[in-house]
């Protein structure tokens, strides 16, 4: 995607916690989003951060935002094996709201 | 709610037949979005449209066209498929200050 980078893939054992990393170069977001793909699914939206927030946290997953690094990142707690998935990052641009920018995505598998 | 509805779910199409990809939402969002999916590139943008009438290009419009017939409908064209154009398209919609919803997908191959 246009200036949002992800890694490819990520492998985390059952029960620790997994980072997903996404790194952006226009510093104008307005929203910072993460989604999650499952096999043969859409996306859906697991939790979005306003540019002005450094973090949210809402049950198992917390985002970090550190705008002087264009660095934001998801963390899950406990990881399940029902959330292997590919996790999208994506961004507003503040030049125009409306368009929705994505990262190429972290496909993240889970050892027992 | 449906949210949002893509059609066909699957089409198989030889090189150069034409076809429209159909969006509908039914949320009242201003916003709504074409965007194709490939293995290690994630989602990129083809057309978006910000309000009823207005249409812009994505990262990749080429061979292809939209149509944003009212606020709940946003179609997608191929006027003359290519091999290329064998993805995964996702169509999505937005309201004011909120996250995308997205559709089910529609996968696509060209022969």
């Known amino acids: 995607g246009e200036d949002v980078e992800q890694s490819l893939f990520l492998s985390v054992r059952e029960g620790d916690s997994s980072v997903i990393n996404c790194t952006y170069t226009?510093?104008?977001?307005?929203?910072l989003y993460w989604y999650k793909q499952e096999p043969g699914a859409g996306l859906q939206l697991l939790t979005y951060?306003?540019?002005?927030?450094d973090m949210k946290q809402d049950q198992r997953l917390t985002v970090l935002l550190n705008k002087k690094d264009k660095h934001l990142s998801l963390r899950i707690a406990d990881t399940q094996t029902g959330d292997s998935a590919i996790y999208f990052c994506a961004r507003t641009l503040y030049s125009s709201a409306s368009k929705i920018i994505f990262g190429s995505g972290t496909r993240l598998s889970i050892r027992p | 709610n449906a949210g949002v509805t893509q059609t066909p779910k699957f089409q198989v199409l030889k090189t150069g037949q034409s076809m429209t990809l159909q969006c509908a939402q039914d949320m009242n969002h201003n916003s709504m979005y074409w965007y194709r999916q490939d293995p290690g590139m994630g989602l990129r943008l083809i057309y978006y449209s910000a309000s009823e009438g207005t249409t812009d290009k994505g990262e990749v419009p080429n061979g292809y066209n939209v149509s944003r017939l009212n606020k709940r409908e946003f179609s997608l064209r191929l006027e003359s498929a290519a091999p290329s154009q064998t993805s995964v398209y996702f169509c999505a919609s937005r309201g004011q200050n909120t996250e995308a919803f997205f559709g089910q997908g529609t996968r696509l191959t060209v022969v």
């Open positions: 951060i306003f540019s002005n927030m």
């Open positions: 226009d510093s104008s977001s307005t929203y």
